[in-house]
């Protein structure tokens, strides 16, 4: 096979850059290992940045998601049994945040490529990629009925994921890779009850962080801060119940319970690879890095580095000049650093550390006065929350 950009991976960066290619009139093929289905029903994250959701919106992905998704104008942090509201879009002069779940943005996209007769591969298996360095890299492939496949391209997109194939294709030596282990995880649920609240919220708790989230009038999604190594069938419904209700209590705030139909525990890690290019290939989306998810940031990076990947493609196949391209890793950086730093500081503001002082937990009790009482505090939280436009 022979395309332009063969792309690793069919989660929000490879559909997502297929799409923004396909526009730009560029050829390309996804391939991932996992089936259509696993990837539209696997739950991840849910807020969309405005940035998001206004691309989305300008290149024909937003007919659902303007139906669907829940726009919030704000959010709440609640210590000391108390909640304090921030008022995202008042700070950020109209900013708002979507909350639309991942999966549903990822049905959206695979409707829209196939509608558009795109070649999408799933339930690939032994991917690897080869000539990274020479003018035309190869991906090779074991199709779904078992064959051996061969894509020949003028690029390589890695957008395979954390665990993928791609970066490991960049020998160790060069690779300029920088990691953070938290020593919590999260625990997530999904139920059916009615929203507790019209926003999200964000508790600290001497026991620990909880996170009050949704995904439709009757599901809704919360986490609490964990081991990281808890087995999820470990703790029963009535156990994780009290957990919540305990860590948002006050102000007489009570969660609305509904039957629990799914756990899972998430690790919390910080992750960049600095060495987004080598040769032809470029890595994008979690490929590259990961942030812990209480910035809600994560989505919403790997759409930034597609936003910038698609239109240096674009620029390097209309030019004949590879400049954009050459810069692709400088740009990105710039937006990954600055939500490195935002989801670093978020999760340090609102977490249990075992091994806090007394002093530790006076001084972050300190901070989270500070950004709910000072309008400039309150403005930078709002600001890096909401996302600065795309680029
Ligand atoms: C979610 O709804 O899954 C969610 C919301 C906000 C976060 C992380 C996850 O910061």
Redesign the pocket.
């Known amino acids: 096979m022979r395309t332009q950009v063969g792309i690793v991976g069919a989660g929000p960066a490879g559909l997502l850059l297929s799409h923004l290619l396909h526009l730009a009139g560029i050829s390309s093929i996804v391939i991932d290992t996992r089936s259509r289905e696993a990837i539209e029903t696997t739950i991840?994250?849910?807020?969309l940045e405005q940035g998001t959701v206004d691309l989305m919106v300008e290149t024909g992905l937003g007919n659902r998601l303007k139906r669907e998704g829940f726009n919030h104008q704000g959010f709440e942090l609640r210590f000391g049994g108390k909640g304090h509201r921030i008022n995202v879009q008042a700070l950020t002069g109209g900013r708002i945040i979507t909350?639309y779940a991942q999966h549903e943005v990822l049905k959206d996209l695979i409707h829209a490529r196939l509608a558009a007769g795109a070649d999408i591969r799933f339930g690939v298996s032994q991917t690897s990629v080869h000539g990274i360095t020479d003018e035309h890299p190869l991906i090779h492939f074991i199709d779904e009925c078992g064959q051996p496949q061969q894509i020949r391209c003028d690029y390589i997109a890695g957008c395979d994921g954390f665990f993928g194939v791609c970066r490991q294709a960049i020998p160790e030596p060069i690779r300029e890779e920088y990691f953070r282990v938290y020593p919590f995880g999260w625990f997530?649920i999904l139920c059916n009850a009615p929203a507790s609240s019209n926003e999200?919220i964000?508790a600290r708790h001497e026991l620990g962080f909880a996170?009050i989230?949704?995904?439709s009038a009757q599901v809704q999604?919360m986490?609490f801060q964990c081991d990281p190594d808890q087995r999820p069938d470990a703790w029963s419904d009535d156990r994780i119940w009290a957990e919540l209700q305990t860590r948002t209590a006050g102000d007489g705030f009570m969660l609305k319970e509904g039957p629990i139909f799914q756990k899972n525990v998430v690790a919390m890690r910080s992750f960049v690879c600095e060495t987004m290019r080598h040769g032809r290939l470029f890595l994008a989306g979690d490929a590259a890095h990961i942030v812990p998810?209480?910035?809600?940031k994560g989505l919403n990076l790997a759409v930034n580095d597609i936003f910038i990947l698609a239109r240096a493609l674009a620029s390097s196949y209309a030019t004949d000049s590879t400049e954009l391209l050459d810069l692709y890793p400088a740009t990105a950086l710039r937006r990954i650093w600055r939500a490195q730093h935002f989801s670093w500081w978020m999760t340090t503001l609102l977490h249990r550390f075992e091994d806090a002082t007394p002093f530790d937990r006076k001084r972050q009790l300190a901070e989270l006065e500070l950004v709910t009482h000072s309008i400039s505090a309150a403005t930078t939280l709002a600001e890096n929350y909401a996302g600065t436009p795309l680029g």
């Open positions: 991840r994250a849910g807020v909350v997530g999200l964000y996170l989230s949704t995904r999604r986490y998810p209480t910035g809600a």
